[in-house]
């Protein structure tokens, strides 16, 4: 027992937890934020649930993948020597805490979580397998990373969903793919290898950091529909918005695994930024302060993200490991050369 909890307490790496529960945090505030302890630990158990079994199936699918991209990452359980086995377990335990948990906070909440774990079956398993299909993947996984964490947040404080609650999520949902494109910049070795046709595969590095472009410029559109936006709020956004493109336009042509890995490591501290802004904003408003009080919370937001994107961008990651799922772990392919195909 005491093996199979420190395995559950790997796979859950805590990259991945800090987005998953920002997502989840952004949606308890714009859901009002009054929510109890028992709803937050029941939101807890389903998000981080739902999120172990999802990792857990990757990591049992990409086993031999991972043995080429990752395999000086002790993160990558199979890799490092972890049993099938007990792996399976641990999806099948955290499956069935996250389905008991959402259960407990409405039929919404279950069939939310319900669809993410079918979402992380399609994503991993054959024959549907969404990984290997191109700009699909990228599309489709920010559902299990943003949208339901996010959604059973809104429906953990407030029983429905009103038409700004989507708005704000397709704004976070846009930023995020953005990001997680470059995912395969870390890993494009090894799906080349083993004919994993991903995006950047196909299109190569140009075409990836455009629609990475592409995805942070959507995340704007939605600015007008968050509740009681303010000038500082919206100047905060676009500014990391705009270091985020700037950073797109260095990482466009190859500079070496370091450099990306610093670049892509900066992007995601750019993304976690946003989020955050999101959070402190209304988390403000609905406590009644005044804009002029927030200003100073949010500019400080804003200023320590564009620090800890400076620092990371020049010194790269302490750990070597970037800080966001979307595009997290060591990249040792990741300056290898990308070729484009049709």
């Known amino acids: 027992m005491r093996a199979r909890l420190r395995l559950a307490l790997a796979v859950v790496r805590p ?7 920002l997502s989840a945090v952004a949606g308890v505030a714009q859901g009002g934020g009054a929510v109890g302890l028992g709803r937050l ?3 807890a158990v389903a998000v981080v649930g739902s999120l172990a079994c999802a990792v857990a199936v990757n990591d049992l699918s990409d086993q031999a993948i991972d043995r080429v991209n990752l395999g000086h990452d002790p993160g990558r359980l199979l890799v490092a020597g972890s049993h099938r086995r007990q792996l399976a377990a ?6 069935g805490l996250a389905l008991a948990a959402a259960g407990l906070l409405g039929l919404r909440a279950a069939l939310l979580v319900l669809g993410a774990l079918a979402l992380a079956a399609a994503y991993s398993l054959r024959p549907v397998r969404l990984a290997d299909r191109g700009v699909v993947a990228p599309l489709l996984l920010p559902l299990g990373y943003v949208a339901v964490p996010y959604l059973l947040g809104v429906l953990a404080a407030r029983d429905h969903l009103v038409a700004g609650d989507l708005a704000l999520l397709g704004g976070l949902y846009a930023g995020f793919v953005g990001r997680i494109v470059l995912k395969d910049l870390r890993d494009v070795r090894g799906d080349a290898l083993f004919g994993k046709r991903t995006f950047l595969v196909r299109h190569g590095r140009l075409a990836t950091c455009r629609v990475s472009a592409a995805g942070w410029l959507a995340g704007l559109a939605v600015l007008p529909a968050v509740r009681e936006a303010t000038p500082v709020l919206v100047a905060a956004w ?7 493109l700037v950073l797109l336009r260095g990482l466009a042509a190859a500079g070496g695994p370091r450099r990306d890995e610093a ?3 900066g992007l995601a501290l750019c993304g976690r930024g946003v989020v955050v802004l999101v959070i402190a904003h209304l988390t403000l408003v609905d406590a009644g302060w005044a804009p002029a009080g927030a200003a100073p919370v949010l500019v400080a937001v804003a200023a320590t993200t564009v620090g800890q994107v400076l620092s990371m961008v020049h010194h790269g990651p302490r750990s070597g490991l970037v800080l966001d799922p979307a595009v997290a772990g060591p990249s040792g392919a990741a300056g290898a050369q990308v070729t484009t195909s049709g």
């Open 41 to 43: 630990g029941l939101l």
């Open 263 to 265: 670049i892509v490591g």
């Open 238 to 244: 676009v500014g990391l918005t705009g270091l985020a």
């Open 90 to 95: 641990v999806a099948a335990v955290a499956a």
């Open 15 to 21: 990259a991945v937890v800090t987005l998953v529960v």
